[in-house]
């Protein structure tokens, strides 16, 4: 007879996830688009193109929840208040894809070489985070807007170089398996 480690109960399934984000503003978001679909189209790809209102640069994961966690939402608006730093350029001029899961590799837009704006962004909220007792273990920061998922593994390309002004950064509650992002937090970066 199996038992649960939980006396029977199981483990709630994440419905929500919470994550810091950079968009690109919606012409920029357009022109990504439109890059996903062409290279999809000459690399011959499978995978459907990520929603244009969803294209971001992920800078910090908070985590995946079953319900929306208000105190932790609360706490990471408190830290994300606390950023200081001026606007910046965002430059991105390479595609390729990361291992990801077996069938479901990203297909990304990766940063140009001395993305610092988007790097000190990562690390001056990062600091927050930890300092609020929010931080999670991470892998090494890699600014990327993921275009698509797909099965194959491309190697790294040249793309002719795009990016915008980063005028802010956000809090994303995205609701698993709905495919709709809501913004809960805004907080503008100096200088826009």
Request: with cysteine; charged share 20%; glycine share 12%.
């Amino acid at each position: 007879m199996h038992q649960s480690s939980l006396g029977g109960f199981a483990a709630p399934h994440p419905t929500d996830r919470l994550f810091f984000a950079v968009m690109p503003p919606p012409a920029v978001a357009e022109r990504l688009a439109t890059l996903a679909g062409e290279l999809r189209e000459r690399l011959g790809l499978r995978g459907r193109p990520r929603p244009t209102g969803h294209l971001h640069v992920t800078l910090h994961h908070l985590g995946d929840f079953a319900g929306l966690p208000r105190q932790r939402v609360d706490d990471a608006c408190a830290a994300a208040a606390g950023v200081a730093l001026p606007s910046f350029e965002a430059g991105f001029d390479r595609v390729g894809s990361f291992s990801g899961r077996a069938g479901k590799h990203p297909f990304v837009l990766l940063g140009a070489e001395g993305a610092t704006g988007l790097a000190q962004l990562h690390d001056r909220l990062g600091a927050r985070l930890a300092a609020a007792g929010l931080a999670r273990r991470e892998r090494a920061f890699m600014p990327h807007v993921t275009l698509l998922y797909d099965s194959r593994i491309i190697a790294t390309l040249p793309v002719e170089p795009l990016g915008w002004r980063v005028g802010e950064f956000l809090l994303i509650h995205s609701l698993l398996g709905r495919t709709e992002y809501r913004v809960l937090g805004r907080w503008p970066l100096a200088g826009v």
